[in-house]
């Protein structure tokens, strides 16, 4: 027995030492590797771009630089966005012509750029920890479920190793603010800048850091002199702006590009401190307490550290501390549904991580007052969080922290009981926080690891996890099967122009415009589509059809890509019949060849309905008609008239009938045909329905027409 313990203590001892003569580059490089390979299988199960339209702008950017050097939206110039990472995703669409390869080359991208994110986090560890628990931040770096955003087209891939590199940064210009460190520091920052607007919050924090680090140090932190090309550069910077901006008759604020309107905002002070405390709480929900607790703590003793760990623990404070109040006051003016915007905060989680690490590094120091108090305070703020306003679709891309807590409402409880149920594991996660022995305060980090990966199952997978929204998403916007199908039918190079109607999904716009290179322009009638992208409004001709922009230039287009309720003139040579999509080919000017009156947005009629198609030769017309068995108990009469006023159609229509087809002749006159369809007998609803106030004199449903020329 005792020559089976001494056996098994030799081999323990031979398979440590053989794990530290294992270099540390092999193990970082390992932790980056393997997160790279599971990042990229977990991206390929994400069939189609879904956070709209930020996903359409950012490969919209990337396939514009790969294919011209210029970074454009819509084949228009676009200095609005960040072009750090449509630039190192772009080789994507460089390397595969089909956009559907070049999505799963910008995944496999986004999964090594994401996992980089180790690196940064192990020499940030280094600073403070020993090798061995530096390696397993990065590991808790990499396992945070935010890695999710691996899967989509979005700055969050290349903005959060950055983030984290600019936060190193930032702790060496704290430990020995030389000169060339400073200037390392704000040229990162820069580049940080350059891939997302949300990193002017770095100014602040690389503003207020160095003034914490001399407060916590008390006195002991280098003179503050020392900062004067950190500080000069910035204000030289800041009045450059200023002058540069003014002298171009533009904002200062111009250079947040699409978000200015978000610096130009009035914010109200206690609507922003709500907000404050609606992210703290996420944040702590999403760490899973301890690592926040634990950070409480080590910020309560940051005096009795040595000065590598306090200029840590101030770099952490600032950097926390602004982008929490900037993510908070922007929360405060987004319209309704609410959301904490965890997308653009989760980029400190390494910090609290690294935090933990250094308690446990430290002795697990528990003093009764501060852990009790900190331990409070992370298992109460959990229940701060007004659940049944986040529980909502804007969670599955914003708050992923939220999401198993809806997995757990739809399945388990009820929503009103998700805020008890969240402080209760709050309060048992504290309480292993207090209770566990120091000696085996490792197993705290280990928790929230084993946390992190177990979470992310509901977060991927349930019913409205992010896997179910990339395939709705894809589902709202094309049902033909091959994602690129309107390319291969015409052809990568051919030139589509989109006209939108109003009436089908907008996904039906994004998601074709993501996966075929060949669609161009898009149009609008009546309102543009929602995001702000570049579209050009047309109004039609009464006379002659013809598409025209508000200065009066017609629409020409080799194709154009619309729905069934926009007749264009043109071969219709593809077409999504589940979506309504139309591809016609049409080789010139965009011609309207159909006027309705008479029909309703809702598709009801009134008593009579004229129909009009403008260039036509003749043929017929199949109108899809329906009755409606709520309003009407008999059938109806449904008379179709020539525009001479001949009689070309008498038939009945059943309030039962789902759907009928009814064929009509077409007559023309010097090149238009008419028909007049008379409904009977009508209704008014709000007369014969209780409750009802539709004043509208109703007849049937008309649900579709389609001309048919002749010979066909």
């Known amino acids: 027995m005792a020559h089976s313990a001494t056996a098994s203590t030799r081999l323990g001892a031979v398979a440590l030492s053989r794990a530290r003569a294992v270099p540390v580059w092999a193990y970082l490089t390992g932790i980056v590797a393997l997160s790279t390979l599971v990042r990229l299988e977990l991206g390929r199960q994400m069939v189609a771009p879904w956070i709209m339209v930020d996903e359409i702008v950012y490969s919209e950017l990337a396939k514009s630089f790969a294919a011209t050097g210029h970074f454009l939206v819509r084949d228009q110039p676009s200095g ?56 397993l931040g990065a590991v808790l770096a990499v396992a945070i479920p935010s890695m999710l955003y691996t899967g989509t087209i979005m700055t969050e891939n290349a903005f959060y190793p950055l983030f984290l590199t600019t936060a190193l940064l930032l702790v060496l210009v704290l430990e020995r603010p030389t000169p060339l460190r400073q200037v390392l520091l704000l040229a990162l920052a820069t580049l940080a800048f350059l891939t997302r607007a949300q990193a002017l919050v770095l100014v602040p924090a690389i503003v207020t850091a160095p003034l914490l680090l001399a407060w916590i140090s008390r006195g002991r932190a280098r003179s503050l002199a020392a900062y004067r090309v950190l500080w000069g550069a910035l204000g030289a910077g800041a009045t450059l702006l200023l002058v540069v901006q003014v002298a171009r008759g533009r904002s200062p604020l111009g250079v947040l590009g699409a978000y200015q309107a978000a610096g130009e905002h009035r914010y109200d002070a206690g609507s922003v401190l709500r907000w404050l405390l609606y992210h703290v709480a996420e944040l702590d929900l999403y760490l899973g307490v301890v690592p926040f607790a634990a950070a409480l703590v080590v910020v309560g003793l940051a005096r009795r550290l040595p000065a590598q760990a306090q200029a840590f623990v101030a770099a952490s404070a600032a950097l926390t501390l602004w982008v929490l109040l900037e993510v908070a006051a922007f929360a405060s003016e987004l319209p309704i549904p609410p959301r904490v915007e965890e997308r653009n905060m989760f980029y400190v989680v390494p910090l609290f991580c690294i935090a933990l690490l250094l308690w446990v590094e430290h002795g697990a120091p528990r003093p009764p007052l501060l852990a009790g108090l900190a331990a409070l305070v992370a298992a109460a703020l959990p229940g701060a969080l007004p659940y049944s306003q986040l529980i909502d679709v804007p969670a599955q891309s914003d708050t992923l922290a939220l999401l198993p807590w809806w997995w757990l409402q739809d399945n388990w409880i009820t929503l009103d009981e998700v805020p008890a149920a969240a402080v209760l594991v709050a309060i048992l996660l504290a309480t292993a926080f207090l209770a566990v022995p120091r000696r085996h305060a490792l197993a705290l980090p280990v928790l929230a690891l084993a946390l992190f990966v177990a979470v992310q199952h509901p977060i991927e997978t349930f019913e409205h ?248």
């Open 465 to 712: 996890g992010v896997l179910k929204a990339s395939e709705g998403a894809l589902f709202q916007g094309e049902t033909v099967g091959d994602r690129d199908w309107i390319d291969a039918e015409v052809g990568r190079d051919a030139d589509v122009a989109v006209v939108w109607s109003g009436r089908p999904e907008e996904f039906t716009v994004w998601e074709n415009e993501f996966f075929s290179r060949s669609l161009g322009d898009v149009y609008y009638l009546g309102d543009p589509l929602t995001g702000g992208l570049p579209q050009t409004a047309v109004d039609v001709g009464r006379r002659d059809g013809l598409l025209r922009t508000p200065r009066g230039q017609t629409v020409r287009a080799e194709y154009a890509l619309t729905d069934e309720s926009v007749p264009l003139e043109g071969r219709r040579i593809a077409d999504d019949p589940y979506r309504g999509l139309v591809l016609y080919r049409v080789g010139g000017p965009l011609r309207w060849t159909t006027y309705l009156d008479g029909v309703y947005g809702d598709t009801w009629s009134g008593s009579t309905v004229r129909y009009t198609r403008l260039g036509c030769r003749g043929g017929r017309l199949a109108v899809v008609v329906a009755g409606d068995n709520s309003l009407f108990e008999r059938p109806q009469t449904l008379v179709a008239r020539a525009q001479h006023g001949r009689t070309v159609l008498r038939t009945r229509v059943r309030p039962a009938d789902e759907r009928r087809t009814v064929v009509v002749p077409l007559e023309p006159r010097g090149g238009v045909c008419r028909v007049r369809f008379d409904v009977s007998p009508t209704k008014i609803p709000a007369q014969v329905l209780r409750g009802n106030t539709d004043r509208r004199r109703l007849g049937l449903h008309f649900l579709r027409f389609r001309y048919l020329p002749p010979g066909s």
């Open 80 to 135: 609005a966005y960040g072009f750090v990472y449509p630039l190192l995703i772009s080789p994507a669409w460089r390397l595969f012509s089909a956009v559907p390869d070049a999505y799963g080359a910008a995944k496999a991208i986004n999964s090594l750029l994401m996992s980089l994110a180790a690196v940064p986090t192990y020499l940030l560890g280094r600073r403070v920890l020993p090798a061995g628990l530096a390696l």
